[in-house]
C-alpha cells in the first residue's frame, strides 16, 4: 500500500456543485495531516490543517477518520477559482517529514 | 518580497555538468526541504535540514547533495546531471513547532524547472 493514495481525478464539475475527494494513508501513527492546493505550474500552498473532530473554512470541510485511515476534503459551491490540484500530506513514521499525496486534480467549469 | 526565494527559476545543463540550486527564506524558520515534483510521481523529499548542522536524507537523495550554509541558505547540487534529473524542483520551510496549531506548516519557493539534456 502506498504511503498516501488519492484519485487523481480528473475531477470536472459545474460552478456550484459539491465535490468531495478521498485520501487513504499508510501509516497508522500519522498525527499531522493536511490539505495543500496546488496551481498550475506553482508551488503547492497550505489549504486547511485535517484535525479529529474534523474542521470547517467557509466552503471547505476536512474530515479525518483514523479507524480506517481515512482523509476527506469537500467544497461546497464551487468556483472558476478552485480550479487546481489538491495534494492529501501526512507526517512520515518518525514524524520527520510530510508525505505527499500525487494529488487530485478539480476543473470547475461555468 | 516572497519569504522563500529559488534561484535559478529555469535552467538547460547538459549530462555530466555540475549544478547548484539555492534557495533563501526570510522566514526565520530552522527546518528546510528539497523535494522534486515529475508528473505523475508528485511531490518527493530529496533532503531536509533541521538546523545548520543537521542534515538528513530524504527518500531520493541518489545523485545529490545538499549544503546548509546558514540558516537562511539551503543550496542543493548536482554533481553530475543525468536526463532523469529533468524535473521541477522545490525548496520549503517549516514553521515546526507550530506556535498556535501544534501543527507545522510548509511554505514552498516557486519553484527550479531543470531540464537535462
Known amino acids: 500500500r502506498k504511503e498516501v493514495e488519492q484519485d487523481p481525478g480528473p475531477f470536472n464539475v459545474p460552478e456550484g456543485a459539491t465535490v468531495a475527494f478521498n485520501c487513504t494513508y499508510s501509516?497508522?501513527?500519522?498525527?499531522?495531516f493536511f490539505w495543500y492546493r496546488q496551481d498550475c505550474r506553482k508551488e503547492p500552498k497550505l489549504l486547511m490543517s485535517v484535525y479529529s473532530s474534523g474542521n470547517e473554512d467557509g466552503r471547505f470541510t476536512a474530515q479525518l477518520n483514523r479507524a480506517s485511515q481515512y482523509i476527506s476534503l469537500l467544497i461546497r459551491d464551487s468556483k472558476l477559482s478552485d480550479s487546481a490540484t489538491y495534494l492529501c500530506?501526512?507526517?512520515?513514521?518518525?514524524?520527520?517529514?510530510?508525505?505527499f499525496g500525487k494529488g487530485t486534480t478539480l476543473s470547475v467549469s461555468s | 518580497d516572497a519569504d522563500v526565494t529559488q534561484t535559478p527559476r529555469n535552467r538547460i545543463t547538459k549530462t555530466g555538468k555540475r549544478i547548484m540550486l539555492e534557495c533563501s527564506q526570510t522566514k526565520g524558520h530552522d527546518r528546510m526541504y528539497w523535494y522534486r515534483q515529475d508528473p505523475g510521481l508528485g511531490l518527493r523529499l530529496i533532503y531536509y535540514?533541521?538546523?545548520?548542522?543537521?542534515?538528513n536524507k530524504g527518500e531520493i537523495s541518489d545523485g545529490y547533495s545538499v549544503s546548509r550554509q546558514a540558516q537562511a541558505k539551503f543550496s542543493l547540487s548536482l554533481e553530475s546531471a543525468i536526463p532523469n534529473q529533468t524535473a521541477l524542483y522545490f525548496c520549503?520551510?517549516?514553521?515546526?513547532?507550530?506556535?498556535?496549531?501544534?501543527?507545522?506548516?510548509?511554505?514552498f519557493g516557486p519553484g527550479t524547472r531543470l531540464l537535462v539534456l
Open positions: 520549503a520551510t517549516s514553521d515546526f513547532p507550530a506556535a498556535s496549531s501544534g501543527q507545522e506548516t510548509q511554505y
Open positions: 501509516n497508522s501513527a500519522s498525527q499531522s
Open positions: 500530506v501526512v507526517n512520515n513514521q518518525a514524524g520527520t517529514a510530510l508525505i
Open positions: 535540514s533541521f538546523d545548520v548542522k543537521d542534515i
